[in-house]
Each structure stands twice: as C-alpha cells, then as structure tokens.
C-alpha cells in the first residue's frame, strides 16, 4: 500500500520557520520525484518545490526561492521542506505528493494528506 505522511505544519509568525516532512512508503522510493505543493484558501493548488530522487535535482517555484529547501534522506524514505522567512502568503495546505517522471501538479501518480501551515502576523 502506497502511503505519504506530511507532518510538521502549523502555525507560525511572519519571519519564522518550520519542516515539513513526508514519509513514503509502498513505492521505490529512490526512483521517483517527490514534490510538494500547497493549496490556500480560495486558491488553486500550485508547485512549490521538488526534488529527483534519482539524481537529486531540486526544483523551486520563484515565491519560494531562497527561503524554502528540499531534502530528501533515501534511507529514511523521508523528504523534508525547510521553510524559512515564513510570510503569511506562504499560509496553505503543504501536501507531498510522487512521481516516476514528473513533478507536476496536474499529474502524480501518489498524493498524501496535507499539513496545515498558517503565518500570522
């Protein structure tokens, strides 16, 4: 049974920090594409970063850039998103979500539960 776990949400203000992380399991692990994405309030669900774990490219959409990092622990089965200089436009569900080829929000192949983040400030 194919399984994501995000954990580490909750509420944070302006300027601070949290890690996500996504435990998988039931898949190869080592061969797909871990990305997460996060849905706000009243807004479509979007990409925010994505790493390969094939070849450990990483992917960042430009909101996030130089705040947020994507790490992946192949021994662990475990991908992690620090998240620093939190704003509260960062506020969404952070979901993780695999693919064998792609990290796109249109098509995954697997989806986890989502964490909440909330950034007051």
């Known amino acids: 049974e194919v399984q994501l776990q995000a954990s580490g949400g909750g509420s944070v203000q302006v300027g601070g920090s949290l890690r996500l992380s996504c435990a998988a399991s039931?898949?190869?692990?080592?061969?797909?594409?871990i990305g997460w994405f996060r849905q706000a309030p009243g807004k479509e669900r979007q990409g925010v970063s994505c790493?390969?774990?094939?070849?450990?490219?990483?992917y960042y959409a430009d909101s996030v850039k130089g705040r947020f990092t994507i790490s992946s622990d192949n021994a662990k089965n475990t991908v992690f998103l620090q998240m620093n200089n939190l704003k509260p436009e960062d506020t969404a569900v952070y979901y993780c979500?695999?693919?064998?080829?792609?990290?796109?929000?249109?098509?995954?192949?697997?989806w986890g539960k989502g964490t909440l983040v909330t950034v007051s400030s």
């Open positions: 979500a695999a693919d064998l080829t792609t990290c796109s929000d249109y098509h995954m192949d697997y």
């Open positions: 039931g898949f190869p692990f080592d061969d797909y594409v």
């Open positions: 790493i390969n774990n094939g070849h450990g490219s990483t």
